[in-house]
């Protein structure tokens, strides 16, 4: 069976009106290669829990571990460096740089991460933005894209380096609903071509398939399930 990708145990996080959330603490293994949503009523707990996971915050309690390493308590700088090294981040919001074009951004993440020569950058590049869909569009500057290009540029910078995370925010976000189902798509190729972990949240007005497992976070802790094929 494959190793566990991160691991959440007997995690609580400062909730509302300085409560400990959720009152049962939350367990749970994400595994290689499958697409995550995190779902949950209010905003609040499907956002916190992505956060920790994506290493971005600590718990208040419980613990993190990496591939079986435990990352709660780390120094900072040594968890932007885990974060550089195994996760990609795809925002509500591109933050391409408008003046380069879309091979360069996507490229960029090779030179500062990977540290690869040009050539094997641009060829990992190509690759990537074949596989989310815009490969026609590699001479574009930023600038000049549509919004639902700039999210599958974005989305192909954040993988191109093989992450072994992605953490996405409010996928589909100021999107519209055929717009969102073309990013949705894109990103629930990821898993099976690049072996990489999706976890994601939604934007609240968009219900969407794709996902291999849903996980609803409340007060009880957190409820798995996957969808009908």
């Given at each position: ?5 991160i691991?959440?145990?007997?995690i609580?996080?400062?909730?509302v ?11 749970y293994?994400?595994q ?12 609040e ?6 956060r ?10 419980g ?6 390493r ?9 968890l932007?460096?885990i974060r ?8 509500s ?21 990977a ?17 989310v869909?815009i490969?026609?569009?590699v001479?574009?500057p ?17 993988v191109v ?6 953490i ?5 976000m100021?999107l ?15 898993p099976?071509r ?14 969407f ?21």
């Amino acid at each position: 069976m494959p190793e566990d990708v991160i691991v959440v145990e007997q995690i609580r996080w400062q909730g509302v009106n300085e409560c400990d959330f959720p009152v049962t603490p939350i367990n749970y293994h994400f595994q290689p290669a499958r697409f995550y949503l995190l779902t949950s009523e209010q905003p609040e707990p499907k956002d916190k829990l992505l956060r920790l996971v994506g290493l971005l915050e600590e718990p208040k309690s419980g613990e993190v571990l990496l591939e079986g390493r435990q990352v709660t308590g780390l120094d900072p700088e040594e968890l932007a460096e885990i974060r550089n090294r195994k996760f990609g981040f795809l925002f509500s919001s591109p933050f391409l740089l408008p003046a380069f074009t879309v091979l360069e951004n996507v490229a960029m993440p090779l030179f500062k991460i990977a540290q690869v020569d040009a050539r094997q950058a641009k060829t990992t590049t190509e690759l990537v933005l074949s596989l989310v869909g815009i490969m026609p569009l590699v001479d574009m500057p930023a600038r000049q894209l549509s919004l639902l290009d700039q999210h599958l540029t974005a989305l192909a910078r954040a993988v191109v380096h093989y992450p072994r995370l992605l953490i996405v925010q409010d996928l589909g976000m100021n999107l519209t609903p055929d717009e969102a189902s073309i990013l949705v798509q894109a990103t629930a190729r990821i898993p099976g071509r690049l072996g990489t972990t999706v976890i994601a949240t939604a934007a609240p007005e968009f219900d969407f398939a794709g996902w291999d497992v849903a996980l609803e976070i409340d007060a009880n802790g957190i409820k798995e399930s996957q969808p009908e094929r």
